[in-house]
Nanobody, 115 residues
Framework: QVQLVESGGGMVQSGGSLRLSCQASRSIFSIWNMGWYRQATGKERELVATINSGLNTVYGDFVKGRFTIARDDAKNTVYLQMNSLEPVDTAVYFC?????????WGQGIQVTVSP
């Protein structure tokens, strides 16, 4: 079993920035894929960003260059730097990890962007 612990969420004004962190309970050196999804109230969960073992990244269309995903294998942590946040980015953000042994999710962290 793998635990994913998210941190860094909170409330910010429109145009502001936040950095989310997700620390895994085991090494991510050989992880297949890791990243973030989000779910706004009344909407389906959607991809925000992922990064794989080859450091290839995928971003949701709505990101439009505002977010950057990165990983620090020494800390078993993936980061999501979010800039130019807008009220539409308000959602619960979930960390996701795909290991050889299966898929894992964090408990979710709230991000609220005020006008």
């Amino acid at each position: 079993q793998v635990q994913l612990v998210e941190s860094g969420g909170g409330m910010v004004q429109s145009g502001g920035s936040l950095r989310l962190s997700c620390q895994a309970s085991r090494s991510i050196f050989s992880i297949w894929n890791m990243g973030w999804y989000r779910q706004a109230t009344g909407k389906e969960r959607e991809l925000v960003a992922t990064i794989n073992s080859g450091l290839n990244t995928v971003y949701g269309d709505f990101v439009k260059g505002r977010f950057t995903i990165a990983r620090d294998d020494a800390k078993n942590t993936v980061y999501l730097q979010m800039n130019s946040l807008e009220p539409v980015d308000t959602a619960v953000y979930f960390c996701y990890a795909r290991f050889r042994t299966g898929d894992y999710w964090g408990q979710g962290i709230q991000v609220t962007v005020s006008p």
